[in-house]
C-alpha cells in the first residue's frame, strides 16, 4: 500500500510544480506560498476530521511536537525557496535541483536515523545527482 501513496506523491508533486508555475506569473512567491499553505491545511484537517483523528492530538508527546514543528520549519523554508526558484527559473531545471533532496535524504537518514546505506543507495544516489547535473547543466 505504501507504494501505491509514494507514487500518488511523486504524480501529485509533478502537478504541484507545473500547476504553481503557471500560477505564479505575477505573483510574489511569498504570497503564492502562503496561499498554497492555506490550502494544505484546509486540506489536512479536512482529513483529520474526515478519518475522525482529532481526537489523538492530546495523546502527542513533547518529543513528536518538537519534531513535527521542526519538520514544518523545514518544509516552510523548502516551499519558499521552491517558489522562489520556480518564479526565477524554469521548472524543468528547478525541479531536478529540488528533487536531490532524495540524496540529501538518504544521507541523513544514513547519519542520524542509523539506516542502511548499501551499495544499490550509493549507486542510486551517484546516478540521481549525474541525472540531476545532466538535466540542469
Known amino acids: 500500500m505504501w507504494l501505491i501513496f509514494a507514487i500518488g506523491s511523486a504524480v501529485f508533486a509533478a502537478l504541484t510544480s507545473i500547476l504553481a508555475k503557471v500560477g505564479i506569473d ?15 491545511v484546509l486540506m489536512a484537517w479536512g482529513m ?34 521552491y517558489y522562489r526558484a520556480l518564479q ?16 540529501i535524504t538518504l544521507v541523513l537518514a544514513f547519519v542520524f536515523l542509523h539506516e542502511s546505506f548499501t551499495p544499490k543507495s550509493l549507486i542510486g544516489c551517484v546516478l540521481i545527482a549525474i541525472g540531476t547535473l545532466v538535466m540542469v547543466l
Open 26 to 40: 505575477g505573483v510574489n512567491s511569498n504570497l503564492a506560498t502562503a496561499i498554497r499553505t492555506m490550502v494544505v
Open 88 to 103: 526565477l527559473g524554469e521548472a524543468s531545471k528547478v525541479v531536478p535541483i529540488d528533487k536531490m533532496s532524495t540524496v
Open 48 to 81: 483529520v476530521f474526515i478519518t475522525n483523528a482529532q481526537g489523538g492530538i492530546t495523546e502527542i508527546s513533547k518529543k513528536s511536537w518538537l519534531f513535527l514543528i521542526l519538520s514544518g520549519l523545514a518544509t516552510g523554508a523548502s516551499w519558499l525557496c
